[in-house]
């Protein structure tokens, strides 16, 4: 993109109060000045970028209904803005489709319901640990500009006998009035399957309590949810949602694409691929950390770009933490 385009999309996105779609012009921007080796500008753009006020942040709630909250006075979810979008994440481009189509079906929500159809509004994505199921979530959320509502489930969970299943209640009545992207990660702590041997009721009541909201949902919101263990959820779960996306573990080439994101911003000088290749079976948050741990070490080294010493030293450091987190749970 030109340079005269990366600032009209600059401003064009600042005015329209799309963050994400600042954020990526920016970046590109910062690239470009890489490019033409202008680091020391592209370092003080970056630093820009990344000052404290440009993190994601809570929202501002004071303005909004009060947040559902327990019994014992715990809110139920948290508020936040996303900060990604689907650029910012290397997914398969059939599931990079399927996404695109529901921000497309929300977007075109009353045209479709002019016709009378509803657009897809319930979400579960299954995978792995760490394949990126809520940055995902999170890049939903990003691309129709709306406000993340994220379950917190310690506090949703309560031994008083049916609070859970009230709990659930005021959560889906909360979205039920203004737009939302709600985020439920570890969806089958709640969702289990009613037959499991160790329940004693309270879990089959949980799970009615959960078919009947997500059933009764109707307002302009979605609701995504995330499992690292489907095989756990209750069959009658599967059916409430209008979609089904499996996120894979990365293979080479996803790995490949994720270490060429996470190092956009820095200049390095190591065969990618042979990296891609020692890491095997890494997940997309392991490779992510490698990338960002042979940054920190290029700066602390104080080099002006990321090299081979950086990146097997950051894998070597991946790799134990592998052993330690598998030997635990051994």
């Known amino acids: 993109m030109a340079r005269s385009d990366l600032v009209k999309a600059l401003l064009r996105n600042h005015q329209r ?8 012009a920016a970046k590109e921007l910062i690239d470009d000045e890489r490019r033409k080796r202008h680091d020391l500008v592209a370092e003080q753009l970056e630093a820009i970028l990344e000052e404290p006020g440009r993190t994601r942040r809570p929202l501002q709630v004071s303005s909004l209904r009060p947040l559902p909250k327990t019994r014992d006075d715990l809110p139920l979810i948290s508020l936040e803005e996303s900060r990604l979008s689907f650029q910012d994440l290397v997914l398969a481009e059939s599931v990079v489709e399927v996404f695109d189509s529901l921000v497309d079906e929300f977007r075109q929500r009353s045209a479709l319901r002019a016709h009378g159809v509803s657009p897809r509004s319930s ?3 299954v995978g792995p640990p760490g394949c990126g199921k809520s940055a995902s979530a999170e890049a939903v959320a990003g691309q129709l500009g709306l406000p993340i509502a994220k ?6 969970v309560s031994s008083y006998l049916g609070e859970t299943a009230r709990n659930l209640e ?5 979205l039920d009035v203004g737009s939302w992207v709600l985020v439920f990660d570890e969806f089958d702590m709640l969702g289990r399957e009613r037959s499991d041997r160790a329940d004693h009721g309270e879990l ?3 799970v009615a309590a959960m078919l009947q909201v997500v059933d009764d949902h109707r307002g302009d919101s979605l609701f995504v949810a995330t499992s690292n263990h489907p095989a756990l959820l209750d ?3 599967w059916r409430r949602f209008d979609e089904i996306i499996e996120i894979e573990a990365p293979d080479h080439s996803a ?8 190092l956009r911003s820095v200049r390095h000088d190591f065969d990618i691929c042979d990296a891609a290749t020692k890491m095997g079976d890494f997940s997309a948050a392991e490779v992510e950390a490698v990338a960002l741990d042979a940054i920190r070490l290029m700066v602390r080294q104080l080099d002006k770009c990321v090299n081979s010493e950086h990146i097997a030293y950051a894998i070597s450091r991946g790799e134990a933490r592998r052993q330690i987190i598998q030997r635990s749970l051994a």
């Open 17 to 24: 109060g799309d963050d994400a779609g600042f954020q990526r």
């Open 123 to 125: 979400l579960l994505l």
């Open 151 to 156: 379950v917190q489930l310690a506090t949703v």
């Open 170 to 174: 005021q959560i889906f009545s909360f």
């Open 204 to 206: 089959r009541r949980v």
């Open 235 to 237: 069959t009658a779960v």
């Open 255 to 262: 790995r490949y694409e994720i270490l060429e994101l996470k």
